[in-house]
Protein backbone atom coordinates (compact mmCIF):
# COMPACT_ATOMS: atom_id res chain seq x y z
CA UNK A 1 0.00 0.00 0.00
CA UNK A 2 1.97 3.11 1.34
CA UNK A 3 4.60 4.21 4.18
CA UNK A 4 5.15 7.25 5.89
CA UNK A 5 8.45 7.88 6.37
CA UNK A 6 10.69 9.74 9.06
CA UNK A 7 9.94 13.44 7.74
CA UNK A 8 6.57 12.94 7.07
CA UNK A 9 6.49 12.71 3.44
CA UNK A 10 4.53 9.98 1.85
CA UNK A 11 5.95 6.89 -0.44
CA UNK A 12 3.27 4.95 -2.00
CA UNK A 13 3.75 1.53 -3.52
CA UNK A 14 3.34 0.43 -6.55
CA UNK A 15 -0.26 0.35 -6.91
CA UNK A 16 -0.39 -2.06 -9.63
CA UNK A 17 0.40 -4.27 -7.06
CA UNK A 18 -2.96 -3.52 -5.49
CA UNK A 19 -6.17 -5.64 -6.66
CA UNK A 20 -8.85 -2.90 -5.52
CA UNK A 21 -9.20 0.62 -5.17
CA UNK A 22 -10.94 2.51 -2.47
CA UNK A 23 -13.50 5.37 -3.00
CA UNK A 24 -14.79 7.24 -0.07
CA UNK A 25 -18.34 9.05 -1.32
CA UNK A 26 -18.58 11.15 1.48
CA UNK A 27 -18.78 14.62 3.12
CA UNK A 28 -16.68 17.63 3.90
CA UNK A 29 -16.97 19.91 6.30
CA UNK A 30 -15.51 22.75 8.35
CA UNK A 31 -15.78 21.77 12.37
CA UNK A 32 -15.90 24.65 14.70
CA UNK A 33 -14.96 23.74 18.01
CA UNK A 34 -16.07 25.34 21.15
CA UNK A 35 -14.83 24.59 24.55
CA UNK A 36 -17.29 24.68 26.72
CA UNK A 37 -18.41 23.81 30.61
CA UNK A 38 -21.17 21.65 29.75
CA UNK A 39 -23.36 20.79 26.79
CA UNK A 40 -25.62 24.04 26.71
CA UNK A 41 -29.02 23.73 27.86
CA UNK A 42 -32.24 25.32 26.32
CA UNK A 43 -32.73 28.43 27.12
CA UNK A 44 -29.20 28.78 28.22
CA UNK A 45 -26.35 31.65 27.68
CA UNK A 46 -22.98 30.30 28.05
CA UNK A 47 -19.38 31.77 27.25
CA UNK A 48 -16.97 29.32 25.48
CA UNK A 49 -13.74 29.02 26.30
CA UNK A 50 -12.44 28.80 22.76
CA UNK A 51 -13.12 28.41 19.47
CA UNK A 52 -10.95 26.22 16.78
CA UNK A 53 -11.44 25.73 13.61
CA UNK A 54 -10.69 22.14 11.57
CA UNK A 55 -11.25 20.23 8.62
CA UNK A 56 -13.80 17.31 9.07
CA UNK A 57 -17.16 15.52 7.94
CA UNK A 58 -17.21 11.93 8.41
CA UNK A 59 -16.35 11.76 4.75
CA UNK A 60 -13.07 13.88 5.17
CA UNK A 61 -12.21 12.07 8.12
CA UNK A 62 -12.58 8.26 7.17
CA UNK A 63 -10.34 9.22 3.77
CA UNK A 64 -7.18 10.84 5.59
CA UNK A 65 -7.55 7.70 8.08
CA UNK A 66 -7.66 5.57 5.14
CA UNK A 67 -4.60 7.51 3.35
CA UNK A 68 -2.38 7.09 7.25
CA UNK A 69 -2.98 3.82 7.51
CA UNK A 70 -1.27 3.68 3.90
CA UNK A 71 -4.69 2.89 1.70
CA UNK A 72 -4.35 4.80 -1.69
CA UNK A 73 -8.29 6.18 -1.40
CA UNK A 74 -9.86 8.71 -3.75
CA UNK A 75 -12.60 10.81 -2.26
CA UNK A 76 -15.60 12.48 -4.51
CA UNK A 77 -17.91 14.83 -2.91
CA UNK A 78 -18.67 18.40 -3.24
CA UNK A 79 -17.68 21.32 -1.75
CA UNK A 80 -18.73 25.18 -1.91
CA UNK A 81 -17.68 28.25 -3.06
CA UNK A 82 -15.21 28.80 -0.36
CA UNK A 83 -13.82 25.13 -0.59
CA UNK A 84 -10.58 25.34 -1.79
CA UNK A 85 -9.04 24.84 0.98
CA UNK A 86 -10.36 21.48 1.48
CA UNK A 87 -8.47 20.26 -1.78
CA UNK A 88 -5.11 21.79 -0.35
CA UNK A 89 -5.79 19.46 2.72
CA UNK A 90 -6.61 16.18 0.71
CA UNK A 91 -3.68 16.84 -1.46
CA UNK A 92 -1.16 17.69 2.20
CA UNK A 93 -2.63 14.34 3.71
CA UNK A 94 -2.16 12.12 0.55
CA UNK A 95 -6.24 12.15 -0.46
CA UNK A 96 -6.74 11.95 -4.15
CA UNK A 97 -9.18 14.91 -4.82
CA UNK A 98 -9.92 14.16 -8.20
CA UNK A 99 -13.28 14.07 -8.17
CA UNK A 100 -14.42 16.63 -5.65
CA UNK A 101 -16.27 19.06 -7.31
CA UNK A 102 -17.02 22.72 -6.75
CA UNK A 103 -20.80 23.99 -6.64
CA UNK A 104 -22.41 27.44 -5.62
CA UNK A 105 -22.99 28.14 -2.20
CA UNK A 106 -21.64 27.01 1.32
CA UNK A 107 -19.78 23.96 2.01
CA UNK A 108 -20.88 21.89 4.55
CA UNK A 109 -20.35 22.46 8.24
CA UNK A 110 -20.62 21.64 12.04
CA UNK A 111 -20.77 23.49 15.12
CA UNK A 112 -19.03 20.97 17.73
CA UNK A 113 -19.52 21.56 21.60
CA UNK A 114 -16.92 20.01 23.57
CA UNK A 115 -16.86 19.49 27.41
CA UNK A 116 -14.05 19.39 30.05
CA UNK A 117 -15.06 15.82 29.93
CA UNK A 118 -13.74 15.48 26.60
CA UNK A 119 -17.49 14.42 25.17
CA UNK A 120 -19.21 16.63 22.20
CA UNK A 121 -22.37 17.47 20.75
CA UNK A 122 -22.28 18.28 16.89
CA UNK A 123 -24.93 20.31 15.01
CA UNK A 124 -24.67 19.38 11.07
CA UNK A 125 -25.62 22.08 8.26
CA UNK A 126 -25.28 19.64 5.12
CA UNK A 127 -24.05 22.46 2.77
CA UNK A 128 -22.62 21.13 -0.68
CA UNK A 129 -22.76 17.87 0.93
CA UNK A 130 -26.46 17.62 -0.17
CA UNK A 131 -25.77 18.61 -3.59
CA UNK A 132 -24.94 15.54 -5.19
CA UNK A 133 -26.74 14.32 -8.36
CA UNK A 134 -27.39 11.08 -9.83
CA UNK A 135 -25.54 12.37 -13.08
CA UNK A 136 -22.28 12.70 -10.87
CA UNK A 137 -22.53 9.66 -9.12
CA UNK A 138 -22.49 8.01 -12.42
CA UNK A 139 -19.64 9.49 -13.69
CA UNK A 140 -17.69 8.93 -10.26
CA UNK A 141 -18.90 5.37 -10.01
CA UNK A 142 -18.06 4.45 -13.81
CA UNK A 143 -14.45 4.49 -12.85
CA UNK A 144 -15.12 1.24 -10.57
CA UNK A 145 -15.92 -2.03 -10.86
CA UNK A 146 -16.03 -5.81 -9.58
CA UNK A 147 -14.10 -6.24 -6.24
CA UNK A 148 -13.47 -2.24 -5.69
CA UNK A 149 -14.42 -1.12 -2.53
CA UNK A 150 -16.77 2.41 -1.83
CA UNK A 151 -17.17 3.73 1.97
CA UNK A 152 -20.00 5.35 2.99
CA UNK A 153 -21.67 7.56 5.54
CA UNK A 154 -24.94 9.31 6.06
CA UNK A 155 -23.83 13.33 5.41
CA UNK A 156 -24.58 13.18 1.72
CA UNK A 157 -27.81 12.73 -0.10
CA UNK A 158 -28.79 10.01 -2.62
CA UNK A 159 -27.72 7.23 -0.33
CA UNK A 160 -29.83 5.10 -1.81
CA UNK A 161 -29.01 5.81 -5.47
CA UNK A 162 -25.30 5.43 -4.67
CA UNK A 163 -25.42 2.04 -2.91
CA UNK A 164 -27.61 0.31 -5.63
CA UNK A 165 -25.54 1.72 -8.31
CA UNK A 166 -22.38 0.26 -6.53
CA UNK A 167 -23.70 -2.85 -6.26
CA UNK A 168 -24.88 -3.02 -9.68
CA UNK A 169 -20.86 -2.78 -10.19
CA UNK A 170 -20.56 -5.39 -8.29
CA UNK A 171 -18.39 -2.96 -5.63
CA UNK A 172 -17.92 -4.17 -1.71
CA UNK A 173 -19.71 -1.39 0.04
CA UNK A 174 -18.68 -0.31 3.69
CA UNK A 175 -21.16 1.71 5.48
CA UNK A 176 -21.13 3.64 8.80
CA UNK A 177 -24.50 4.97 8.91
CA UNK A 178 -24.33 8.07 10.56
CA UNK A 179 -25.79 10.17 11.52
CA UNK A 180 -28.83 7.63 11.45
CA UNK A 181 -31.85 9.15 9.81
CA UNK A 182 -35.29 8.60 7.53
CA UNK A 183 -32.70 8.91 4.75
CA UNK A 184 -31.55 5.40 5.22
CA UNK A 185 -34.72 3.80 5.67
CA UNK A 186 -34.64 3.73 1.94
CA UNK A 187 -31.25 2.20 1.30
CA UNK A 188 -31.65 -1.52 0.50
CA UNK A 189 -29.28 -2.51 3.21
CA UNK A 190 -28.97 -6.27 2.28
CA UNK A 191 -26.50 -4.75 -0.45
CA UNK A 192 -23.94 -3.53 2.51
CA UNK A 193 -21.21 -5.95 2.25
CA UNK A 194 -19.49 -4.45 6.31
CA UNK A 195 -21.53 -2.41 8.46
CA UNK A 196 -19.72 0.04 10.87
CA UNK A 197 -22.08 0.61 13.69
CA UNK A 198 -22.25 1.61 17.17
CA UNK A 199 -24.79 0.82 19.97
CA UNK A 200 -27.21 3.80 19.19
CA UNK A 201 -26.72 2.92 14.85
CA UNK A 202 -27.53 -0.65 16.11
CA UNK A 203 -30.67 -0.25 17.78
CA UNK A 204 -32.12 1.92 15.17
CA UNK A 205 -31.34 -0.66 12.19
CA UNK A 206 -32.69 -3.71 14.70
CA UNK A 207 -34.98 -2.35 17.47
CA UNK A 208 -32.44 -4.36 20.28
CA UNK A 209 -30.52 -2.59 22.69
CA UNK A 210 -28.47 -5.26 24.09
CA UNK A 211 -25.02 -5.74 21.75
CA UNK A 212 -25.43 -9.36 21.31
CA UNK A 213 -29.11 -8.80 20.56
CA UNK A 214 -27.87 -6.37 18.26
CA UNK A 215 -25.73 -8.82 16.53
CA UNK A 216 -28.36 -11.50 16.93
CA UNK A 217 -30.40 -9.43 14.78
CA UNK A 218 -27.86 -7.99 12.06
CA UNK A 219 -26.37 -11.23 11.34
CA UNK A 220 -29.96 -12.48 10.69
CA UNK A 221 -31.18 -9.50 8.37
CA UNK A 222 -27.89 -9.60 6.23
CA UNK A 223 -26.53 -13.21 6.59
CA UNK A 224 -23.31 -12.12 4.44
CA UNK A 225 -22.08 -9.00 5.87
CA UNK A 226 -19.53 -8.35 8.34
CA UNK A 227 -20.91 -6.69 11.32
CA UNK A 228 -18.04 -4.27 13.46
CA UNK A 229 -20.30 -2.93 16.55
CA UNK A 230 -18.45 -0.46 18.62
CA UNK A 231 -19.21 -0.11 22.43
CA UNK A 232 -17.41 2.99 23.78
CA UNK A 233 -15.66 2.18 26.89
CA UNK A 234 -16.53 -1.77 26.17
CA UNK A 235 -14.30 -1.99 23.42
CA UNK A 236 -16.15 -3.37 19.86
CA UNK A 237 -17.10 -6.63 18.74
CA UNK A 238 -16.94 -8.65 15.32
CA UNK A 239 -19.34 -11.08 13.78
CA UNK A 240 -19.61 -12.74 10.75
CA UNK A 241 -21.13 -16.11 9.59
CA UNK A 242 -18.34 -17.80 10.52
CA UNK A 243 -16.67 -16.20 13.83
CA UNK A 244 -17.04 -13.47 16.45
CA UNK A 245 -14.09 -11.76 18.30
CA UNK A 246 -13.87 -8.76 20.51
CA UNK A 247 -11.44 -6.03 21.37
CA UNK A 248 -11.04 -3.67 24.04
CA UNK A 249 -10.06 -0.44 24.09
CA UNK A 250 -6.29 1.14 24.77
CA UNK A 251 -6.90 3.48 27.71
CA UNK A 252 -5.83 6.83 27.43
CA UNK A 253 -6.48 10.05 28.92
CA UNK A 254 -8.78 11.74 26.40
CA UNK A 255 -9.02 15.26 24.83
CA UNK A 256 -11.40 15.32 21.90
CA UNK A 257 -13.21 11.87 20.85
CA UNK A 258 -14.43 13.35 17.75
CA UNK A 259 -12.50 11.09 15.21
CA UNK A 260 -12.11 8.24 17.41
CA UNK A 261 -14.95 6.37 15.01
CA UNK A 262 -13.24 7.67 11.70
CA UNK A 263 -10.09 6.41 12.73
CA UNK A 264 -11.59 2.98 13.46
CA UNK A 265 -13.46 2.82 10.07
CA UNK A 266 -9.64 3.75 7.94
CA UNK A 267 -8.21 1.01 10.01
CA UNK A 268 -9.94 -1.43 9.32
CA UNK A 269 -10.73 -1.12 5.56
CA UNK A 270 -6.50 -1.04 5.52
CA UNK A 271 -6.61 -4.08 7.50
CA UNK A 272 -9.49 -6.13 5.23
CA UNK A 273 -7.37 -4.68 2.02
CA UNK A 274 -3.98 -6.48 3.40
CA UNK A 275 -6.00 -9.35 4.16
CA UNK A 276 -4.88 -9.62 8.09
CA UNK A 277 -6.44 -12.28 10.70
CA UNK A 278 -9.32 -9.91 12.21
CA UNK A 279 -8.22 -9.59 15.91
CA UNK A 280 -4.91 -8.36 14.84
CA UNK A 281 -7.09 -5.44 12.80
CA UNK A 282 -9.27 -4.90 15.88
CA UNK A 283 -6.26 -4.57 17.96
CA UNK A 284 -4.20 -2.20 15.54
CA UNK A 285 -8.09 -0.30 15.08
CA UNK A 286 -8.03 0.14 18.83
CA UNK A 287 -4.56 1.76 19.44
CA UNK A 288 -5.19 4.09 16.41
CA UNK A 289 -8.64 5.59 17.72
CA UNK A 290 -7.12 5.74 21.12
CA UNK A 291 -4.22 7.44 19.88
CA UNK A 292 -6.62 9.99 17.83
CA UNK A 293 -8.97 10.65 21.26
CA UNK A 294 -5.76 11.65 23.20
CA UNK A 295 -4.91 14.75 20.64
CA UNK A 296 -7.40 17.47 19.10
CA UNK A 297 -8.75 17.85 16.25
CA UNK A 298 -10.78 15.46 13.94
CA UNK A 299 -8.91 14.50 10.41
CA UNK A 300 -5.54 16.04 11.93
CA UNK A 301 -5.40 13.90 15.24
CA UNK A 302 -5.33 10.69 13.37
CA UNK A 303 -2.33 8.64 13.88
CA UNK A 304 -0.22 7.76 11.05
CA UNK A 305 0.64 3.21 10.07
CA UNK A 306 4.07 3.70 11.43
CA UNK A 307 2.94 5.40 14.59
CA UNK A 308 0.53 2.81 15.11
CA UNK A 309 2.33 0.04 14.84
CA UNK A 310 4.74 1.03 17.08
CA UNK A 311 2.64 1.88 19.43
CA UNK A 312 0.90 -2.01 19.56
CA UNK A 313 4.30 -3.41 19.38
CA UNK A 314 5.14 -1.23 22.57
CA UNK A 315 2.24 -2.01 24.29
CA UNK A 316 2.58 -5.97 24.25
Known amino acids: MGVWQDDMSFLWKDEGDIAMKVLNFGSLNYDYVYKVDHMILAGETMDSY ?8 KGLNQSVALAKAGVPVKHAGMVGEEGQAFLDFCKE ?21 LDKNAQNSILLYGGSNRAITKEYVDEVLGDFGEGDIILLQNE ?8 DTAYERKMQIVLNPSPYNEALD ?7 SVFLVNEIEGKQITGE ?25 DGVVYRDK ?8 FKVKAVDTTAAGDTF ?22 KASAMAVSKMGAAESIPTVEEVEKAVLAAE
Open 209 to 233: SDPNRILDAMMEKFPNARIVLTLGG
Open 242 to 249: EQTHKQGI
Open 186 to 192: DCDMSKI
Open 156 to 163: VNLMPYII
Open 93 to 113: NHVDAGYIRMVPGKSGHTIIQ
Open 265 to 286: TGYFIAGMMDEMPTPDILRRCA
Open 50 to 57: SLETHFGG
